[in-house]
Structures are given as structure tokens and as C-alpha cells.
């Protein structure tokens, strides 16, 4: 069984909204930082957002004000709700979670030692 199950991606219309969540099995959910990162076709995995333990939030510059990231440790489930999409949003969306990962590293993917296998999210124009 995977240790992160990614769900709610799927296909959506530019300017609309999609909640991805992350499940997680087996662990206690209190002791991670989990995070979200992103991959478009022919590009770098890079980092979207990320909740700490005690709930604080990070995010990429250009999802600021757009995605919000939350996690609810009596479901072992964390959330990136999405709004105001558009085409560059277009990507496999990954949930990631460590038990090792300081604040100042939250962004860096080689920090996070469990991965879910990605939900696709598309954004048509």
C-alpha cells in the first residue's frame, strides 16, 4: 500500500477551482510537514505549498492567494484547495511528507522521504 494517496484531480475550465487531497496510511500524521509539488510535461518538479506541524502554511509565488493548503491530523488527510486556474497550473500534483524537514528547507523535494504517485490536473483554456 503506498504510503501518500493523492485524489480530486481531473479536468478543469480556466478560472475554476479543484481540491486535491492527500491521504496517508499507517503513520502518525502530527510528527510530518507534508507538502505538495508539481511537475508539467518536460519540466522540473517544483515545490507548491507546505503545512508544518503546527499548521503554518508555504507556498509558491504564483499560487499565493490562489491555493490554499490545509491538513487534518484526526484524518490523516491534507488538502490543497485550488482556485482561479490557468494553464500554467496544468501538472502531475504530488503530496510528499517528512518527518525531517526544517522551515527553511520545506521547498527542497530531496527533504521529503514519502511521495504519494501523483494526481493529473489539467486546465483547459
Known amino acids: 500500500q503506498a504510503p501518500l494517496v493523492e485524489s480530486g484531480g481531473g479536468l478543469v475550465q480556466a478560472g475554476g477551482s479543484l481540491r486535491l487531497s492527500c491521504a496517508a496510511s499507517?503513520?502518525?500524521?502530527?510528527?510530518?510537514?507534508v507538502a505538495w509539488f508539481r511537475q508539467a510535461p518536460g519540466k522540473e518538479r517544483e515545490f507548491v505549498s507546505a503545512?508544518?506541524?503546527?499548521?503554518?502554511?508555504y507556498y509558491k509565488d504564483s499560487v499565493k492567494g490562489r491555493f490554499s493548503i490545509s491538513r487534518d491530523n484526526a484524518k490523516n488527510t491534507a488538502y490543497l484547495q485550488m482556485a482561479s486556474l490557468n494553464s500554467e497550473d496544468t501538472a502531475v500534483y504530488y503530496c510528499a511528507a517528512s518527518t525531517r524537514v526544517i522551515t527553511s528547507a520545506v521547498s527542497r523535494a530531496d527533504m521529503y522521504d514519502y511521495w504519494g504517485q501523483g494526481t493529473q490536473v489539467t486546465v483547459s483554456s
Open positions: 499507517g503513520r502518525t500524521p502530527s510528527r510530518f510537514v
Open positions: 503545512v508544518t506541524r503546527s499548521g503554518a502554511a
